[in-house]
């Protein structure tokens, strides 16, 4: 187990939630208990039980090095020479808390106190029942003990004394408990106007890029904000110093600035500031406190509100990172869903787009039937994106690329030592998209096992990792797509009908883009405006002739085809009018496949029939531009209304040669 280090500034932000309330107790026991020993010694093999039950440790201690390692207090037995020394020592060289496997049994932990009278003591823990996720909270309990450990060696009684440990270590336990981060920081700019006897507190932070501190809160000031440049007066000296200012008379120091006091008529006699550091020591903001009430401030002031400024930090700068990703992840979301567009008037695009809009706010299953390359993907994205889960993943698997050893693995995730080559623990794709989407494609390829498996997930919404035994509960929306007929699938057996129908809740059945001619032109211009923009390229423009060719191919490859051809011509094409010659590489319509006749046919009626359907695409594609269609099949306009009349086709204005040019 590669041993794993924690700073104090980073402990806040990492102790769990749920540790929360336990630790104020732990820390509160800790405090009381000190004021009222006698014997430090005594106190501290007193509580060390006690840690030992909060943790499920089997052997805690406190040493120090003095320079050879003391035992001040055990609980349990320890083998001395079952303590790794060389990482205790590196514990204390780094002032960090340390976690590592322990040979005799378990994990072993070693944490400073951080004690004012015993600066390189430790708290030692080993044992089974250790977890590494412990680590954070066994740190702030060490703090906590370190701070008991010097009023019980010194006998101190003062309630003061008390009050600004209780503040300090409830300080670093509430960071983790109190979710809106506002209200905490008013909490404890209060906490620190009471230990400290002064009047007022503010905690800035630093908005570097306006090049301002802003104070959150500004206790006193109408509204509780303030703003400020950020080299303005003490304030700002701190922040750039890096190094805490003290004031003992505001209006005879040079480094004052009256001009908040001028604004709103308070006045400052002395102030005291401290740098709030992030964990690479880069400032973040200022701590202030002004006017201590009996004198000016002391060292012992200094001290306190450094011990505040701290935890405090860790939480900021963590919780200033979680905005930015959230808002980051805000901005990605706004993209894709603006880029999940399904282009189109035809009227099956009209509908899909109004049933997908229906579908988005349930959690019904969703079965996408379509060829290959008509937007599957986009409708299930579509689906996802205009729904409530859009904030959360939307997370593609593609069921024919997997095979039958490794699906299970990749959709459920495998539990280290699972198999050969599970060096660690991974989680499946319905992990990864928990409270969102998962877009199971190609399902009509998943192999009769895998159907079976996944057939589970869905009835009982749980899964289980490969090599584990823990039931995983999951709030995921599935939405799979095939481009091979299900339902015959099912009649062969090739496909488990219990799955079919547990999918099949809802249908959307995507037609192909031949059959859709009216969108070819606004998904070819879509496409070509994306396109353009990556090649850094002015708009391009279709020519009329261009767009004509385009209606007229038959696209065997659907969207796909038209969007990997649109990118050839954006980066390809030499001006930006892009003509027929641009578009060579278009496929000939003769070359499209037809209807093929049945076996019982004559030569006659297969004849007749291959010409009727070939006219009626023709005409399709060019939009019953009869002027085109007819040059498209090398026909005059006249000699077509005839060929027509003899194939009895008796589309409506045949007989009277009324087809409408447009």
């Not at 083998?79 to 590592?100: C, M, N």
């Not at 995730?413 to 989680?427: L, N, S, V």
Request: a negative charge; charged letters at 25%.
């Amino acid at each position: 187990m590669t041993p794993k280090w924690l700073n104090w500034q980073d402990v806040p932000s990492q102790v769990a939630a749920s540790d929360g309330p336990r630790l104020l107790e732990l820390t509160e026991q800790l405090l009381t208990q000190a004021v009222d020993a006698s014997d430090s010694a005594a106190y501290l093999s007193s509580m060390l039980g006690e840690i030992a039950g909060e943790f499920g440790a089997q052997l805690v201690s406190v040493v120090e090095r003095m320079p050879e390692w003391r035992f001040h207090a055990e609980y349990g037995r320890w083998q001395k020479s079952d303590i790794p020394w060389p990482f205790v020592l590196e514990a204390a060289d780094q002032e960090a808390s340390g976690f590592r496997s322990w040979p005799p049994g378990g994990v072993f932990i070693a944490a400073p106190l951080r004690s004012q009278k015993h600066p390189a003591a430790l708290l030692l823990l080993a044992g089974r029942g250790l977890r590494e996720d412990t680590l954070p909270a066994v740190s702030l309990i060490a703090r906590a003990l370190g701070a008991a450990w010097d009023v019980a060696d010194a006998g101190e009684q003062s309630a003061r004394k008390l009050a600004r440990l209780k503040v300090i270590l409830a300080t670093a336990a509430e960071l983790v408990v109190v979710p809106d981060m506002e209200v905490l920081l008013e909490r404890i700019a209060r906490d620190a106007t009471k230990v400290l006897d002064c009047d007022r507190a503010s905690i800035f932070l630093w908005d570097k890029e306006a090049k301002e501190l802003v104070a959150r809160p500004a206790l006193g000031l109408e509204g509780g904000s303030l703003r400020l440049p950020d080299r303005m007066g003490v304030v700002g000296e701190t922040l750039h110093s890096r190094k805490p200012v003290q004031v003992d008379d505001a209006y005879n120091d040079a480094r004052f600035s009256q001009k908040v006091d001028q604004s709103t008529g308070y006045r400052t006699r002395n102030l005291l500031c401290v740098p709030l550091l992030g964990s690479d020591k880069d400032p973040i903001g200022v701590f202030e406190v002004i006017n201590k009430f009996q004198g000016p401030f002391n060292l012992d002031d200094l001290e306190t509100l450094q011990d505040l400024s701290a935890p405090v930090a860790a939480a900021l700068q963590n919780t200033r990172e979680r905005e930015l990703l959230l808002r980051s992840h805000r901005v990605l979301t706004e993209q894709v869903t603006k880029g999940v567009a399904i282009i189109g008037d035809s009227p099956a695009i009209s509908a899909l787009r109004s049933t997908i809009r229906r579908l988005a706010n349930t959690d019904l299953p969703v079965l996408i039937l379509g060829e290959s390359g008509t937007g599957k993907e986009v409708a299930a994205q579509a689906l996802h994106y205009q729904g409530p889960r859009a904030d959360r993943p939307f997370i593609a698997v593609n069921c024919a690329a997997l095979t039958e050893t490794l699906l299970e693995s990749e959709l459920f995730g495998h539990e280290k030592g699972a198999f050969t080559d599970a060096h660690e623990m991974r989680r499946g794709k319905f992990e990864l998209a928990e409270g969102g989407t998962i877009f199971l494609d190609e399902i009509g390829d998943m192999s009769p096992n895998g159907q079976a498996k996944l057939l589970r997930v869905l009835e009982q919404k749980v899964i289980t990792r490969v090599g584990g035994s823990l039931a995983i509960p999951i709030n995921v929306r599935v939405v799979a797509a095939t481009n091979a007929k299900l339902a015959e699938a099912v009649r062969h057996k090739k496909f488990r009908e219990d799955l079919y129908f547990r999918l099949n809740v809802v249908t959307l059945e995507l037609p192909p883009l031949r059959e859709r001619p009216d969108d070819v032109v606004p998904l070819a211009e879509h496409f070509l405006h994306h396109f353009s923009a990556q090649a850094r390229r002015p708009k391009l423009h279709l020519s009329a002739e261009a767009r004509k060719r385009i209606q007229a191919h038959h696209w065997p490859g659907n969207i796909r085809e038209l969007r990997n051809l649109m990118e050839r011509v954006a980066f390809l094409a030499p001006e930006d009018r892009i003509e027929v010659q641009d578009l060579a590489f278009i496929l000939s319509p003769v070359k499209e496949t037809l209807t093929e006749p049945t076996d019982d046919w004559g030569l006659a009626e297969a004849t007749n029939s291959f010409q009727q359907e070939y006219i009626r695409r023709a005409i399709r594609r060019v939009r019953g531009n009869m002027s085109e269609a007819s040059k498209i099949l090398g026909l005059h306009r006249s000699n077509l209304y005839r060929k027509m009349r003899q194939l009895g086709m008796n589309e409506a204005g045949t007989e009277d040669a009324d087809f409408v040019e447009t």
